[in-house]
């Protein structure tokens, strides 16, 4: 488990937050820049004392003001990943990655060099000087430096700010894959809610300072205070579900949802594959009857669990298709003309093109 | 006349440049990196040498090193260490009076080093004194080298301090510029003054080149 409580005054706007996540987990601290982000991982890491809080990681105490406890950065095992990589120039990329590995010689290597070096691909670098590598590079290295000191947790202060969207692309698969090989607890730090889609298992959104919501990333898609945070166009249910099938005659996979079932383009999905997938309010139709004659693949049947006002003009449905809650936007007009009401059996109409699945 | 001169300015110059060499490095991080009352202070105080006169800077170490002086009475008790009219005094006179030029060349070097290395260190597992010798020294190094240099030069040329504090005594104090100042004072000693002025010359010059080649070779090392 990771409990955070903390308070921290910055100049002139105040950090308060309070979190949890079971572990391993990948924790997205995710919000504007200059809510307090990377604040709060510098205080995780122990460069930063906060003004009074308590960090509790896997049962031990990090630091608690209280009872005067704050244990020193080099001693936390918490590995950091700095926005601008922070590679120590004097040394190659080799005595870049061993600099934790050899102070962290009284611990069991549970991340091994070799393997470091073969995931994130850094083999033809190992001799070359950080001044001679590109942006990517140096946020591989100086990923592999935090791994290899067997960090108990890892910061990401968001590595992939500096970098363009392609150097992006190149390295989010390295984190995806570094998650589930070593099962390292993560807290990412992002302002972007697609890194926080293909990373996170929870979220702790931020805005100025403050927590607005934080749960598992399932939940807090529902939650109306991230949809404020990451735009109108962003809201919409994250659903993890299993490649039940392939439709041999459409090439459409199939993923149970609730007592109904998802279909979508296979993309590569392989049956039995866990899937993350969003499913953008925006692309939800609401219906109250069973509808025919429509090119829409995904018909599902479910209740209406709650309606609440979005804007002005619209209104967000929150679906029950039998325990998985998904979200609809509609204009008022059509929540008034439909006489819309919590409890109300529904069908939500989804085309099969507008989701994309992703393993996870 | 010469040779002996030569020599014992060198060793002079080293033992001052040895000698003040840890502590300008401290003093150096203290005013870039620290965070404390009466930085500006320390900072004035460490600099004054510069713009005193020298032979002010010899009176106040007469007047706290000598045999009756505030220091100077206690060393000599406790150590047996005398410091008036003898080499380690001039010794201290040239460490003295070269002081703030160390300091400045380790605290422009340092300047450029990103404090956040050192943080990112810490986080890798290394204690404050690991993170400080492993990372940032290694990066000052040539910084180091080139006040370190600096100063050595600068502490060949030292006069008035020396002259003031230990005098002027021919294998014991009487180091090139006073050996040089001694010849103009001879009647008959004009070539012997150029021989020292030249050889004064030669090596101000070697020391103040070779502290420009290290200061580049500290600039090609951070890529900049």
């Not at chain 1, 488990?1 to 979190?19: D, H, N, P, Q």
């Not at chain 1, 504007?32 to 709060?40: A, D, E, I, R």
């Not at chain 1, 960090?151 to 692309?169: F, G, I, K, T, V």
């Not at chain 2, 713009?51 to 505030?70: D, E, H, I, K």
Request: glycine share 10%.
């Amino acid at each position: 488990m990771l409990r955070v409580e903390l308070r921290k005054r910055r100049g002139s706007f105040t950090i308060e937050a309070a979190f949890e996540a079971p572990l391993p987990a990948v924790v997205a601290l995710f919000g504007p820049s200059g809510c307090g982000k990377t604040t709060l991982v510098e205080i995780l890491a122990g460069l930063l004392a906060p003004d009074a809080g308590r960090i509790e990681l896997d049962g031990e105490v990090l630091c608690d003001t209280a009872r005067g406890i704050s244990v020193p950065a080099e001693s936390r095992r918490v590995g950091y990943v700095f926005q601008d990589a922070r590679l120590f120039p004097h040394l190659d990329v080799r005595d870049n990655l061993t600099f934790g590995l050899k102070r962290h010689r009284h611990v069991p290597v549970r991340i091994p060099f070799d393997e470091v070096v073969d995931l994130l691909g850094l083999e033809a670098l190992l001799t070359r000087r950080p001044g001679t590598l590109s942006g990517g590079e140096r946020q591989r290295v100086a990923l592999g430096r935090a791994l290899l000191s067997q960090p108990r947790l890892l910061l990401l202060d968001e590595p992939l700010a500096s970098l363009d969207a392609a150097r992006r692309e190149e390295i989010l698969p390295y984190l995806e894959r570094l998650r589930d090989r070593w099962q390292v607890p993560m807290v990412h730090v992002s302002h972007q809610f697609e890194e926080v889609l293909r990373l996170a298992t929870h979220v702790v959104a931020l805005d100025a300072g403050r927590v607005l919501t934080s749960g598992p990333l399932v939940r807090a898609a529902l939650d109306p205070a991230l949809g404020r945070l990451v735009g109108a166009a962003a809201v919409g249910a994250v659903l993890e579900t299993t490649v039940a099938g392939i439709d041999a005659t459409t090439g459409l996979c199939r993923l149970p949802l609730g007592d109904n079932e998802l279909r979508l383009l296979a993309n590569g999905l392989a049956p039995g594959t866990r899937v993350r997938l969003q499913m953008l309010a925006r692309d939800v139709i609401v219906a109250t009857r069973p509808p025919e004659g429509l090119s829409v693949r995904n018909v599902l049947r479910g209740h209406i669990a709650a309606i609440s006002a979005e804007s002005a003009d619209s209104d967000l449905v929150s679906i029950d298709i039998g325990g998985a809650l998904i979200l609809a936007r509609i204009t008022r007009a059509a929540t008034q003309a439909l006489a819309l009401a919590a409890g109300q059996p529904v069908w939500a109409l989804v085309k099969a093109v507008s989701l994309r699945g992703r393993a996870c | 006349m010469e040779w002996q001169a030569l020599t014992l300015s060198l060793a002079v110059a080293t033992r001052s440049v040895l000698f003040s060499l840890p502590l300008a490095v401290a003093v150096a991080w203290l005013l870039t990196r620290g965070r404390f009352a009466g930085r500006a202070l320390l900072d004035a105080f460490v600099h004054l040498p510069l713009v005193l006169p020298p032979v002010a800077v010899g009176y106040l170490l007469l007047v706290l090193f000598g045999s009756r002086g505030l220091v100077g009475g206690w060393l000599d008790e406790q150590f047996g260490l005398r410091l008036v009219f003898t080499r380690s005094g001039a010794a201290l006179a040239t460490a003295v009076m070269s002081f703030p030029l160390m300091v400045r060349a380790i605290r422009v070097s340092l300047e450029h080093v990103d404090a956040g290395l050192e943080a990112a260190a810490r986080t890798l597992g290394a204690g404050p004194l690991d993170a400080f010798l492993s990372v940032t020294l290694p990066l000052l190094l040539p910084g180091v080298l080139a006040g370190l240099v600096t100063a050595f030069a600068a502490s060949l040329g030292e006069f008035g301090a020396v002259i003031t504090f230990v005098s002027n005594i021919p294998g014991e104090t009487r180091t090139l510029p006073l050996a040089l100042y001694t010849a103009l004072q001879t009647p008959g000693g004009d070539a012997v003054a150029a021989r020292l002025a030249a050889l004064s010359f030669a090596l101000g010059f070697t020391g103040l080149l070779a502290a420009e080649l290290l200061a580049r070779r500290f600039r090609a090392r951070l890529g900049r």
